[in-house]
């Protein structure tokens, strides 16, 4: 068990750049999350996966953002057009589906977009 | 919608002192579990202790216990024997057990600095 994976740690980018970030989760996790944090507020819910398919995605996941879990391992999350409200840290987190299941979160990506 | 309030933003204690975080919720839902998670500079967010909102019983693990008041939608952690490693933020989180997602509602967070 070698924890969540996030890369990169974190990324400065220009307003109106793409950006991706990857989440590798624990292996044989079939649940995948990703949460935003703003600075100063806890972490919202933003989309999940079970196994490959993308099951839920928060409003907050606009038309710019999109998510992928191809073969149901890795993630990535992409945003394009970037904007300063994008600035945030962009937590993954997975778990083993089962009813009791536990969240392990990852470290985060911090996105600062300039 | 669930909503969840931490209305503090910041504590500061002694260390070995026992220090109690508040935290509250509004839902309409009978069952639910509720959360505290800690935040350290490292950034990952570490799972403290969790309830089920049908146990009556409070959640306990180790040095941290949860006071579980139900009807009045509180939902308090202490913290005994504070150790400088507690130094972090301390969330407060909320979640329906539905099938599906690990949909967790956060409070906003209170910044915990345990001195020596």
């Known amino acids: 068990d070698t924890g969540v994976s996030q890369d990169p740690r974190h990324k400065i980018t220009k307003r109106g750049q793409n950006v991706t970030f990857r989440c590798d989760p624990i292996?044989?996790?079939?649940?995948l999350y990703w949460y935003r944090q703003t600075l100063g507020q806890g972490p919202e819910f933003l989309t999940y996966?079970?196994?490959?398919?993308?099951?839920?995605k928060s409003r907050l996941l606009s038309d710019r953002f999109s998510a992928e879990r191809p073969k149901g391992s890795f993630s990535t999350l992409e945003i394009q057009r970037t904007e300063q409200g994008d600035s945030a840290m962009y937590l993954c987190?997975?778990?083993?589906?089962?009813?009791?299941?536990?969240?392990?979160f990852g470290s985060g990506t911090q996105l600062s977009v300039l | 919608a669930q909503t969840v309030t931490q209305s503090q933003p910041e504590m500061s204690v002694q260390e070995a002192e026992t220090v109690t975080l508040s935290c509250t919720y509004d839902t309409s839902e009978n069952n639910y579990y509720l959360f505290w998670y800690k935040q350290p500079p490292s950034r990952q967010m570490i799972l403290v202790i969790r309830?089920?909102?049908?146990?009556?019983q409070n959640a306990t693990e180790n040095r941290f216990s949860v006071n579980f008041q139900k009807a009045a939608k509180s939902f308090s952690l202490k913290i005994s024997d504070s150790q400088l490693g507690d130094t972090a933020m301390y969330f407060c989180?909320?979640?329906?057990?539905?099938?599906?997602?690990?949909?967790?509602?956060f409070g906003q967070g209170t910044r915990l600095t345990i001195n020596p």
């Open positions: 987190a997975s778990s083993a589906g089962t009813l009791n299941e536990k969240l392990f």
């Open positions: 292996s044989e996790h079939n649940r």
């Open positions: 989180a909320f979640m329906k057990p539905l099938q599906g997602a690990q949909k967790l509602v």
């Open positions: 309830q089920e909102a049908y146990k009556q």
């Open positions: 996966f079970q196994n490959e398919a993308q099951l839920e």
